[in-house]
């Protein structure tokens, strides 16, 4: 028969053994909750500007709205962005924040997004996920991201009928300006007064393009079947293609259907070949910074193609 000593310490375990699990939740509890990023980069099967849509379309359809997302955003590749430091191996890039790694993993199993899998993934080669926690500094709580009951405005919050304008409150008849409180001759703006040089403008301040009835306009929508010549300098290049910055609109030519062609003017856009291959030779032979004059064509975005050389460039390329 088992002496009653010998069951004191399994009893012991066992009462405990709550308390250890309670104390496992409650850390779990009051630790803050760390929102975390999702980013996805997708390389295209076909990089056409019909896939493009089409894959951006299907991110916007079935990954927007997840339970516990705090940011969703989807975007073609900024192709002017092309330092050594730019990593440009992929042509799609959808950000995804989440309030915690828990809300992450139900959205992961989620039905639309297994949806969004298996009805696009015919559009790309390569998929590449980065997957980070975001900075102590901008962590949440749960309770954070919800409206606390004693921040909503109370009953007695509201303002009293003592508070509103009294009668005695307005202007009196004697309160107008008199005749000597008008400004002076003196006290008009001098000479001196005027605008410096260097207060004008800078080119980086002009207005946004407008619609014929003032609405503001995009820039692609702006410059949208452009067909003309530009002036500008050579800000970086690599293979078939360079980055212009636009100094003027020399001429538009007849088959121009751009609604506001000198919204090209002060902004990068990139030049690329097409099929001529002439033109490749050209964009080869082009050096950084230099000035240049280019009959270009609007494609998509910020891509405009190069369509034709002058003699002086048919020229270069002979040499």
């Known amino acids: 028969m088992p002496r009653p000593l010998a069951l004191v310490p399994l009893l012991a375990m066992l009462l405990a053994a709550p308390l250890w699990a309670q104390e496992d939740r409650v850390r779990e509890r009051d630790e803050p909750v760390r929102p975390l990023a999702h980013m996805v980069y997708f390389t295209?099967?076909?990089?056409?500007?019909?896939n493009?849509?089409?894959?951006?379309?299907?991110?916007?359809k079935y990954l927007t709205e997840h339970e516990g997302t705090m940011h969703f955003s989807?975007?073609?590749?900024?192709?002017?962005?092309?330092?050594?430091?730019?990593d440009t191996e992929f042509d799609i890039a959808l950000n995804l924040i989440f309030v915690s790694k828990?809300?992450?993993?139900?959205?992961?199993?989620?039905p639309r997004h297994l949806e969004f899998i298996e009805s696009s993934s015919h559009l790309w080669s390569k998929v590449r996920v980065f997957d980070s926690y975001l900075a102590a500094s901008?962590?949440?709580?749960?309770?954070?991201?919800?409206?606390?009951?004693?921040?909503?405005p109370r009953e007695t919050d509201r303002p009293r009928e003592t508070d509103r304008r009294r009668e005695t409150d307005r202007p009196r008849d004697g309160d107008r300006p008199r005749e000597g409180d008008r400004p002076r001759e003196g006290d008009r703006p001098r000479e001196g007064d005027r605008p410096r040089e260097g207060d004008r403008p800078r080119e980086g301040?002009?207005?946004?393009?407008?619609?014929?009835?003032?609405a503001p306009m995009s820039f692609v929508a702006a410059v949208r079947g452009f067909a003309g010549e530009i002036t500008g300098s050579v800000v970086s290049?690599?293979?078939e293609r360079i980055v212009v910055e636009v100094k003027d609109v020399s001429n538009l030519w007849r088959g121009n259907r751009a609604e506001n062609a000198e919204a090209l003017v002060g902004t990068r856009i990139v030049v690329v070949a097409g099929d001529n291959a002439n033109v490749k030779r050209f964009l080869e032979l082009v050096e950084t910074g230099e000035e240049i004059r280019l009959d270009l064509a609007h494609r998509e975005g910020?891509?405009?193609?190069?369509?034709?050389?002058?003699?002086?460039?048919r020229e270069r390329i002979q040499r």
Not at 44 to 50: G, M
Not at 205 to 214: C, I, K, L, Q, S
């Open 138 to 152: 901008i962590q949440a709580t749960p309770e954070a991201a919800r409206t606390r009951e004693s921040d909503r």
């Open 44 to 50: 295209l099967a076909e990089d056409t500007p019909d």
């Open 205 to 214: 301040d002009r207005p946004r393009p407008v619609t014929a009835e003032g």
């Open 302 to 313: 910020e891509r405009f193609q190069l369509v034709e050389l002058n003699a002086d460039q």
């Open 52 to 60: 493009r849509e089409a894959l951006v379309n299907a991110c916007r």
């Open 74 to 86: 989807v975007g073609v590749i900024g192709e002017e962005f092309d330092r050594e430091v730019n």
């Open 102 to 110: 828990a809300a992450h993993d139900t959205y992961q199993t989620h």
């Open 237 to 239: 290049k690599r293979e």
